[in-house]
């Protein structure tokens, strides 16, 4: 097994010759005597943590910490400082730049041996966790992308014949029958398209367009395809545009009617009574100017606890087997994943006086020579 490596940085050679000692033969050691020096050094070839004095002319442990956990590539080095500073608020204050331990001078050789093994013990098990989640994480979308294929295959015959006999069948039992399968196969066909989405959005190559289509008349069109499912429960499905919002948008239409479709839907899916509304507005930022859908239902809310926890794939906020809406609970991730892939971020809320609100954030591009709405 390769050693692993440990980098001492003080600017005192002494100091380094005696941390050195102190760990023996059992790391691969790397020093610097500046906090410039062990920069280069660090983003030229990360150790597996760091010895760090507080006190260096220049570039100081706290400022050269800070860098560090300031950058994704080196943020998960542990830090341990070396410091004859041993005030309360000295060791909060490395604590809290981002440090795992400390030290004090003078150096005891026991304490530093035992103190660099323990956090190169841990960070060899959190670094083998990593490594185990991720190749799960692999076969999980493999897994999925095979075993939805492979089940839409049987699928797309039997959804096929059952149309063909209902369309023939005289025999008023035999079609109620037929029916009752055939809405089996499409909800099982929904699942598996789901499952195929989840995939897709994850893999490598995926990509949202911007093309320029019409606001008013696309929202239309969504909300229209989803009439029907609030007619059969008796909600009201109402649509609310803020002034001032463009006439044209660019953006991903298939991607836009595929989120809000996913959101609008699972607000239905968990409203018994009252409405669904679908409300959108103009929001400027100092970045970009962003365009902000919500969408309010009086349904059975969300306990805070699982406010982010209903964006992960497989989960609804209420887990139980017997639960009252069944579902994979694949929709809210999939929506997650589409408003990230177009640059826009998903959250909920409860809404006051009962119900949820969930809110998409995507940015907003006008086509040139387009006006605005009223």
């Not at 099982?188 to 008013?216: H, M, N, Q, V, Y």
């Not at 929506?335 to 609100?357: D, F, Q």
Request: aromatic share 4%.
């Amino acid at each position: 097994m390769k050693r692993q490596t440990v980098m001492i940085v003080d600017d005192n050679p002494t100091n380094i010759e005696l941390l050195s000692e102190s760990l023996g033969d059992d790391y691969e050691m790397v020093f610097a005597t500046s906090g410039a020096e062990a920069l280069e050094l660090i983003r030229a070839d990360k150790p597996d943590l760091i010895l760090l004095d507080v006190m260096m002319p220049g570039m100081d442990g706290y400022q050269l910490c800070a860098v560090l956990k300031g950058d994704a590539g080196t943020r998960d080095i542990p830090i341990i400082f070396v410091t004859a500073m041993c005030q309360e608020e000295d060791e909060i204050r490395g604590l809290e730049l981002g440090a795992i331990d400390y030290v004090t001078k003078p150096i005891s050789p026991h304490i530093v041996r035992a103190r660099v093994k323990n956090h190169l013990e841990l960070k060899r098990y959190r670094d083998l966790l990593e490594s185990l989640s991720s190749a799960a994480d692999r076969a999980k979308k493999e897994f999925l992308r095979a075993i939805s294929h492979e089940l839409r295959t049987p699928l797309t015959p039997i959804l096929g014949m059952t149309d063909l006999v209902l369309t023939s069948e005289e025999d008023d039992d035999k079609r109620k029958y037929l029916s009752l399968v055939q809405k089996a196969a499409l909800k099982l066909l929904g699942i598996i398209e789901d499952l195929i989405e989840t995939s897709r959005l994850e893999g490598e190559g995926a990509s949202a367009e911007s093309l320029p289509f019409t606001l008013r008349p696309f929202l239309d069109a969504v909300l229209g395809e989803l009439e029907t499912v609030a007619a059969g429960k008796g909600l009201t499905l109402r649509l609310t545009l803020a002034a001032g919002l463009p006439e044209a948008i660019e953006s991903d239409q298939g991607l836009l009617r595929r989120l809000l479709t996913m959101v609008v839907g699972n607000a239905l899916k968990f409203t018994r009574e009252g409405e669904v509304a679908l409300e959108l507005e103009h929001r400027a930022t100092d970045a970009e100017p962003r365009l902000l859908f919500s969408v309010l239902d009086t349904g059975i809310g969300i306990a805070d606890q699982d406010l982010e926890r209903v964006f992960l794939d497989f989960t609804q906020s209420d887990g139980s087997v017997t639960r009252p809406f069944p579902g994979l609970g694949l929709g809210l991730g999939i929506a997650r994943r589409i408003t990230e892939l177009m640059g826009g971020r998903i959250w909920a809320e409860p809404r006051p006086g009962g119900g949820s609100i969930f809110r998409i954030e995507l940015p907003l591009k006008v086509p040139a020579g387009l006006g605005v709405a009223s």
